[in-house]
Structure formats: C-alpha cells, structure tokens
C-alpha cells in the first residue's frame, strides 16, 4: 500500500514557475514508477509526465515538455515536478500517482488527492 500526500499548488502569474511535490508512505515506494497527471475543469484527466522506479527513465506530455521536469528523491520518498513557464492552460489539478511507468491512467494503482495550480493571464 501507498499513500501519497501532494504538495506545492497554488496561484502564479503566466511565465512564472512552481514545484509541486508528492511525499510518498510506504517500504515500496522506490519500486514504483511515479507520475503525474492534471484535470481541468470540464476536461478529462491527462498525462502531464512519468518517471522510472531508478528515475532513469522519464517520459512527457507533448504539452509540457521543455518546461516541466519530473524526478524523485527515493530517500525521502519524493516524487517533485517542477513547472517553469506556467502557461494560463496549465490552470488543472495535479494529481501524483504510483504505479507502472507509462502515460497511461490504468497503469498507476495508487492517487494522491490533488492540488490546485492556476496560472493567471
């Protein structure tokens, strides 16, 4: 079992940057794959980035690559997605996940609650 308890959201002006973390609970933590994912209002939920178990491997939305960037500290059990160039689409909850590396929702078994990040035009 995981729990994820994410961090980090709130309110900045177009350009400007954030980091969002994810405290992780759990002895398996560094087994999993972590990732990220965002839900607008009105919208589905959607990939935002992904990162290995070793963090060695990282994978990206289209949308967010370049200015997003996912990674892990595994001795503090933290999964971190800094955001620089905050775009007003960037405006969504952000939820943590712990699953199987991938882009996709059925991979990951495990959500945080989100936080809320908006980005002011």
């Known amino acids: 079992q995981v729990q994820l308890v994410p961090s980090g959201g709130g309110l900045v002006q177009a350009g400007g940057s954030l980091r969002l973390s994810c405290a992780a609970s759990g002895r398996t933590f560094s087994s999993y794959a972590m990732g990220w994912f965002r839900q607008a209002p009105g919208k589905e939920r959607e990939f935002v980035a992904t990162i290995s178990w070793s963090g060695g491997s990282t994978y990206y939305a289209d949308s967010v690559k370049g200015r997003f960037t996912i990674s892990r500290d595994n001795t503090k059990i933290t999964v971190y997605l800094q955001m620089n160039k905050l775009k007003p689409e960037d405006t969504a909850v952000y939820y943590c996940?712990?699953?199987?590396?991938?882009?996709?929702?059925?991979?990951?078994?495990?959500w945080g609650q989100g936080t809320q990040v908006t980005v002011s035009s």
């Open positions: 996940a712990a699953g199987n590396y991938g882009p996709y929702i059925r991979n990951y078994d495990y």
